[in-house]
């Protein structure tokens, strides 16, 4: 968001600043564009310009003579997987234009996407590893740091435990990076690892995997062109992922598609809407409470999708039942005039889609949000249908890869949990024996057990040693990929830092960690390379895997990642062990090697069909793909839906095509239909009615099975007379995993992929056939409930809708009502809110280290109502101090509009080199701090987790405003 100069008069810029220190003079916007090779205007310009208005280039060979080679890799920006094509000429990239045959981007790209080349050729990456001797930072070999970093994690190692070093991996790794990180935690002997996802969708996992089976977007951005209605909630596609909403506006335009947006921002994409609905943060549960009071009133749910493919509807009708119109509006402050007209709109525009992202997610009741969006979309019968579903727009180009590869505290790959069943699969797989890996952690209660949540992991390092479930407390941290400023409480993670007795930074930027902490030594900075100097598949937000060609070699003296995986497991002594069964030359792994090693593991959600070879092909023949249904017409790829969107079940000979829709009963299970999971048993428990939770009357297409059933064993092939369709190497694989007990083999431990093959075969999903539920009796609240922000204006609210009790979760003790008791609104009487930009992304460390984007956004800012600014006596543009509940402040620049409404104040997240007023530019590596630097709004951000997943409360807490 530009500023508009005042007066007609440009002054110079912060980045002009900057850029003069680069220089050693003077430089203004339009010599540095020119002496940069772009045109004033040009790259913005062409970043808004629709697909068809740029030419496809058409050069062959460069001014040198020497041929150009064009490179196909995908944006590590968001998770909507636009196609990159790099110009790479004697090694080096000299241009880029978007994928013209990509059905995702289609041409096109967002400004982020337009700058990538920048990314990977950045003068402010990390060009070296560094360590801090004395405050000062010193230049080491890769050699040194992986001794002196690995004796010394050896010694926390053997002094503290596996336990005591933290391993944060990052949702910026490829699936085979993501892979092999949570591999490496598990042969170092520890569940703290963790990645970005735990703080952008893990509810959203939790909450939609626990009512129908996968946790997972249900259909596609190019699906949405189906659609005739578009209800978006807590999402901003237009800034967070801005190619989506082509797809989003191609329906809103060709279907008359209503866009309904829920938002307490009036942002970029509610000026798309239709219908704009401003709610209180937090309100989300009673807002499609409120929506479902006017469906069921009227009769406009779908009562036989309900009847056939859904439990506990009635326990959710009671629940609605309370939410009365002027309930509604007491909570929401939504009229009762325009949730009946949403309601109607989503009762009578079918197929209608529920989108959201992490307004949504971002609660101490997160997992009752994404469960009430399920609910709503169950009600109306749009899910397993085109132009349905829920769409849920993951953040990074690989957060939905690097979660269903498991860096995750609770789990291995594939959602395989951390029982000992689980481990045993993973051990059969990696081919090592159990009894080693259960050696490698402190004890067998641990293998089993969670570990901290990277939204908790400084608390791990604070907390009393004697009030957590671990030996000892976090020592060590290793920041792999992951920026600190995109968590809240600065405040207590810095204090953690400086505690560490060793913090290990691993980026191809310094990143915040290198500054926000005032260590004098125990810092170490490992240049990583960039996705751009290494090959491998990245998973889209539509669950779609593409294949990244190297572009370049890896710059300066940066390593990939998984190459820095390799010398830390070789300088820990289990490298052998780790990659047995993977190519290693000069010290790098062999990427495909790794792919195939996931592939004969991950049977529960289909990463088993996607080999390298079929990702390249696809690759190789975009052009061939639907741009709607992702379904290749022709061509070496027929039949195949576009990157093999998972489950694509079997072994990749077996050929499935994907699952371009789940749950869709329309299609063949051998064609990419599915009907939902047998996740939760053949019945509810007894205190819920103990009645079936298998479909009833529903299957898919062709199914030998007319109804539903659980999940498939090797007994269940037995009982049917399947199992004679079993091969001999089949059968042998099975028996000789079920050892004593063949029968109980099930087709997400079953190696040999039989058991798949043979229930698709007649026409059955390897998962079972069930209906989805409304009600999660194992969670805190088994119906959502609406509950109120942990710092609540909402004072009158309480009695009704207060938060849980405080109480233990992922080893550390955690904290509701003894916050909310207290009434901070007094002092604290303005909402805080935050969310994204279009020019950056993430932590902001590579996308402020861009001189394309640094131009465009220079200032961090607040967003303040004009009631509200003029109440507290400041003008826009004027600098003030954001001071959050728990009395850490940020100093920013005040934007006064009424896209935020009255009481409610926005800042984006992307900012981080100043730390509570203070500039820390001084405290990066020489040549290594980004053109733009601000305060980070998590500094003033305050505690709050998830019931269930730990998730960071970020969309409401509580601040106040005053003129510095």
């Not at 809240?488 to 902490?517: C, G, H, I, N, W």
């Amino acid at each position: 968001m530009l500023r508009k100069k005042t007066e007609g008069i440009a002054s110079t810029s912060r980045l002009a600043s900057v850029l003069a220190d680069v220089t050693g003079g003077a430089i203004d916007r339009r010599t540095f564009l020119r002496r940069s090779g772009l045109a004033v205007g040009g790259l913005t310009a062409a970043a808004g310009l629709k697909a068809g208005m740029v030419g496809r280039a058409e050069a062959a060979e460069t001014s040198s003579g020497d041929a150009a080679e064009m490179r196909k890799s995908v944006c590590t920006h968001c998770s909507v997987g636009c196609t990159v094509m790099a110009e790479v000429t004697n090694g080096v990239w000299i241009g880029q234009e978007p994928g013209w045959d990509s059905p995702f981007n289609l041409g096109s790209h967002c400004a982020k996407g337009a700058a990538v080349r920048e990314h990977a050729h950045g003068e402010r990456r990390l060009k070296y590893p560094m360590k801090l001797v004395d405050g000062q930072w010193t230049r080491v070999s890769w050699d040194e740091a992986i001794n002196e970093v690995g004796d010394k994690l050896l010694e926390i190692r053997e002094s503290s435990g596996p336990d005591s070093v933290y391993w944060l991996g990052s949702a910026k790794h490829s699936n085979e990076q993501a892979y092999l990180f949570r591999k490496f935690a598990a042969f170092w002997g520890s569940n703290n690892v963790d990645h970005q996802a735990r703080i952008c969708h893990s509810t959203t996992v939790s909450g939609v995997a626990n009512t129908w089976g996968y946790g997972a977007m249900t259909n596609s951005y190019n699906d949405i062109h189906n659609s005739r209605c578009i209800f978006l909630i807590g999402g901003n596609p237009a800034e967070a992922h801005p190619v989506s909403l082509m797809h989003l506006l191609k329906a809103k335009e060709e279907n008359n598609a209503d866009l309904i947006v829920c938002d307490p921002r009036f942002t970029r994409t509610a000026a798309h809407a239709t219908e704009y609905v401003r709610f209180r943060p937090g309100a989300d549960v009673a807002m499609v409470w409120g929506l479902l009071w006017h469906i069921f009133e009227n009769g406009w749910e779908d009562r036989e999708f309900i009847r056939q493919r859904v439990w506990g509807m009635d326990h959710i009708r009671a629940e609605v039942a309370k939410w009365t119109p002027d309930e509604v509006e007491k909570v929401t402050g939504v009229p009762e005039s325009q949730m009946k007209r949403v309601a109607r709109k989503l009762a009578t525009n079918k197929p209608g889609t529920v989108i959201w992202c992490m307004g949504g997610t971002q609660h101490t009741n997160g997992n009752n949000n994404t469960r009430a969006y399920c609910v709503l979309q169950l009600a109306l019968g749009n899910m397993g249908t085109a132009g349905g579903g829920t769409n849920i727009f993951r953040g990074h180009d690989n957060v939905q890869g690097a979660t269903d590869l498991g860096v995750l505290c609770h789990t291995l790959p594939g959602y395989y949990g951390l029982s000992a069943g689980a481990w045993k699969h993973w051990s059969r797989v990696w081919d090592v024996d159990y009894e080693y890996l259960k050696g490698r952690f402190a004890s067998e209660e641990l293998m089993g057990e969670s570990g901290i949540p990277v939204s908790r992991w400084f608390d791990g390092v604070l907390e009393a040693k004697d009030n957590m479930d671990q030996p000892d407390n976090v020592r060590a941290m290793v920041f792999w990929g992951h920026a600190p400023n995109s968590q809240t409480r600065l405040p207590d993670m810095k204090k953690a830092m400086e505690k560490l007795d060793l913090l290990v930074v691993v980026d191809p930027y310094p990143t915040f960690s290198a500054v926000m902490q005032d260590r004098t030594d125990g810092v170490y900075l490992l240049p990583a390379a960039t996705q751009f100097e290494t090959s491998g598949s990245v998973t889209a937000s539509n669950r779609s895997l593409q294949w990244r060609e190297k572009v370049v070699e890896p710059l300066f003296e940066s390593l990939p990642d998984h190459t820095i995986m390799y010398k830390f497991a070789g300088k820990f002594g289990f490298a052998d062990d780790m990659f047995k069964n993977i190519a290693v030359e000069n010290d790098e792994p062999l990427v495909e090697d790794i792919t195939r090693e996931f592939n004969r593991g991950m049977w529960t959600i289909g990463y088993t069909g996607q080999s390298p070879e079929r990702l390249k092909k696809h690759m190789a023949n975009q052009h061939t793909f639907d741009r709607t249904t992702l379904l290749a017409n022709g061509g070496p790829c027929d039949g195949d839906y576009y990157g093999l969107p998972w489950p694509s079940w079997g072994t990749p000979e077996m050929n499935h095509p994907g699952t371009p829709i789940l749950y869709d009963t329309s299609k063949p299970v051998a064609e990419g239909g599915l009907t939902f999971r047998a996740r939760f048993g053949v019945k509810a428990p007894d205190e819920w009615g103990g009645e079936n939770l298998l479909a009833e009357g529903s299957y898919s297409e062709g199914s030998e099975l007319e109804d539903g059933y659980p999940e498939f064993t090797y007994g269940m092939l037995k009982k049917l007379g399947w199992d004679v369709d079993l091969t001999g190497d089949e059968r042998t694989a099975i028996e000789t995993i079920g050892g004593d007990a063949p029968d109980k083999v099930n087709w997400k431990t079953d190696l040999s992929g039989g058991i798949q093959r043979v229930a698709i075969a007649h026409g059955a999903a390897p998962f079972g056939n069930a209906k989805a539920r409304c009600v999660v009796w194992t969670f805190p609240d088994p119906v959502p409930l609406h509950r109120e922000p942990l710092y609540t204006p909402r004072r009158d609210l309480l009695p009704k809708y207060a938060t849980y009790s405080d109480r233990r979760m992922y080893r550390l003790p955690i904290r509701y009502a003894s916050i909310q008791e207290t009434d901070y609104s007094k002092d604290y009487p303005m909402i805080l809110t935050s969310g994204r930009l279009v020019e950056y992304e993430g932590g902001g460390d590579e996308t402020r280290s861009n001189p394309w984007l640094a131009e465009l956004q220079q200032h961090m800012f607040v967003e303040v109502n004009p009631r509200d600014a003029n109440n507290i006596g400041i003008r826009d543009g004027e600098m003030v101090w954001v001071e959050g509940a728990e009395k850490a402040r940020v100093k920013v620049m005040a934007m006064v509009t009424e896209r935020v409404g009255e009481g409610v104040a926005f800042m984006p997240f992307h900012f981080a080199g100043w730390y509570q007023g203070e500039d820390r530019r001084h405290k990066y590596p020489k040549g290594a701090d980004p053109y733009v630097i601000g305060e980070a709004s998590n500094t003033a951000q305050t505690y709050g987790y998830d019931s269930v997943t730990n998730m960071q409360e970020t969309k409401v807490t509580l601040c106040k405003i005053e003129k510095v």
